[in-house]
């Protein structure tokens, strides 16, 4: 059978056995309160998959009083172990069902399926890996002062935690924040992306069918930023948002859910540079650079979206960029030979479109590779690059959340780091050099909370994640996920009879 063929039989079998979505709220699946549905589109046809239910305030409020009741309940009064059993059972559903999950997320995200059965797969491990890590590393410390008395810490769960979770990346970014949640003894209430809705309602599906989690104790409110997200940001029950997404909107909900004073962990916006010194070994820094930007349809927050190349092999280096990019296989996400596909929505094509534009009108010229003709119903943007850029354009500054490197060129190590944090942003960071002197000292002086010296984006899951500047306020991954998922309780306890102040005696 040919590939094209295959292509066609996966995406009819998708058609046909992908349903209409409902809310997932304390152990069942529901119709919204309003019976109101939304479209979800296929970025590759723009034909409607299938019809969503939009969740409103009441239907959060009923979300986060199931999983109020659960956590003060049976969840709340598991022994750990038991627990980190349903954990476990999770990561082992998950596994049982990766192709399908990674079809999924293709069909509905425009993402190579390539790339979504590399992530679906470090799905589960999301699971695996925060059972393990709450079980050795969620531990407390003691404190003795001379012979009176003893002090010790022990982490206890916070309460409800609204996940908010984005489009770009749906699956593994959603079992992201609902694995450590879950493993510290926290209840969720999920909102997805409302662009990409398949594997979160999936997910539920396999919780719901082979996983057996007491009821409540995950739910899936489905919805709009502006309604469903809204009010699960605002409601006084909900102790914790963790939200990944575009630094305006995380600012909004910061504002929105001050008065109940809430704990936010925020991952959002990324414009990270990649610079290259003339001593870099340019081939492995040609494909750190391609794929850092053009892997993901360019929709990653750690996008090494600003090149900077040291002036003595800039030539050399963008020719072997400009041919890698006329290489690059643009087409079906469901094709496995396919590298970069449709962006996810219209909205964001015309968004990214736009900065193409603006770049030409800023003075840039524009290179791009080739869209075949018979994918014009797609959302497609070809791998871009934009030359002769300067700090000061918007295409520079401002987070364009697609396939398009920004190029520019640069003199010396003082001149370069002071480009490098010439934006807003501070993310992701990546340099290129032999001399590992001055890897270290570049990587150290960039804004960034996350450096990789000589590597493309390979993430340790003991690792902190997160940003600097308008990229986002904590860490999530590894144990600095406790610090966020976990009230810090002190006990302090008297070890004698220690002298007390007689007031009044």
């Keep these: 059978m040919s590939r094209v063929n295959v292509e066609h039989d996966l995406r009819q079998t998708l058609q046909t056995s992908t349903k209409d979505i409902k809310l997932y709220i304390d152990g069942k699946f529901v119709d919204a309160e309003s019976k109101e549905q939304f479209e979800n589109l296929e970025p590759f046809t723009n034909e409607k998959i299938n019809a969503v239910a939009s969740g409103q305030k009441e239907d959060v409020n009923k979300a986060v009083l199931a999983a109020r009741k659960a956590f003060k309940g049976e969840w709340g009064s598991l022994k750990l172990q038991k627990r980190l059993d349903y954990v476990y059972r999770i990561a082992d559903a998950i596994d049982r069902h990766v192709d399908e999950l990674a079809s999924l997320e293709s069909y509905d995200t425009g993402l190579p399926i390539f790339l979504t059965k590399k992530m679906v797969s470090r799905a589960s491990r999301n699971f695996r890996f925060y059972a393990e890590m ?21 982490h206890k769960p916070v309460g409800v935690a609204g996940l908010i979770t984005p489009w770009n990346a749906p699956f593994m970014l959603e079992t992201w924040k609902i694995a450590p949640a879950l493993a510290t003894g926290n209840t969720v209430v999920l909102k997805p992306a409302e662009w990409s809705p398949l594997t979160a309602d999936k997910l539920a599906q396999i919780i719901d069918e082979e996983v057996g989690l007491p009821e409540g104790v995950f739910n899936v409110v489905h919805g709009f930023g502006e309604t469903a997200g809204a009010s699960l940001v605002a409601h006084e029950d909900v102790e914790l948002i963790s939200f990944t997404g575009e630094t305006s909107t995380g600012s909004e ?27 870099a070994d340019l081939e492995r820094a040609l494909d750190a650079c391609t794929w850092g930007i053009f892997s993901f349809n360019g929709e990653r927050c750690t996008a090494n979206s600003r090149l900077y190349v040291h002036e003595n092999i800039a030539e050399e280096f963008i020719d072997s960029l ?57 959302h497609f943007i070809p791998p871009t690059i934009l030359l002769n850029a300067d700090n000061s354009m918007k295409v520079v500054q401002e987070e364009i959340f697609g396939p398009v490197l920004t190029v520019m060129t640069f003199r010396d190590e003082e001149e370069v780091i002071e480009k490098a944090n010439d934006v807003r942003y501070g993310l992701a960071g990546y340099v290129w050099t032999k001399d590992l002197q001055r890897g270290h000292r570049v990587a150290q002086a960039v804004d960034a909370g996350m450096l990789w010296i000589n590597s493309q984006n390979v993430r340790d899951l003991r690792t902190p994640f997160g940003g600097a500047k308008h990229s986002g306020i904590g860490r999530e991954g590894g144990y600095y996920a406790f610090e966020f998922f976990t009230e810090t309780q002190v006990i302090h306890v008297a070890l004698g009879e220690h002298p007390i102040p007689q007031f009044g005696k």
């Design 322 to 378: 400009k041919e890698r990019v006329s290489k690059i296989k643009v087409g079906d996400p469901l094709d496995e030979e396919t590298q970069v596909g449709p962006l996810i929505h219209n909205d964001h094509y015309e968004k990214v479109n736009s900065y193409i534009e603006l770049a030409e009108k800023e003075g840039c010229r524009v290179f791009q590779g080739k869209v075949p003709e018979e994918y014009s119903r797609g």
């Design 253 to 279: 909900i910061m504002k929105n859910g001050a008065d109940s004073l809430k704990r936010f962990s925020m991952e959002l916006g990324g414009k990270s540079p990649i610079i290259i010194f003339d001593d």
């Design 134 to 154: 709450v079980s050795a590393r969620m531990v407390g410390d003691a404190y003795r002062v001379d012979d009176d008395f003893l002090n010790y810490t022990i």
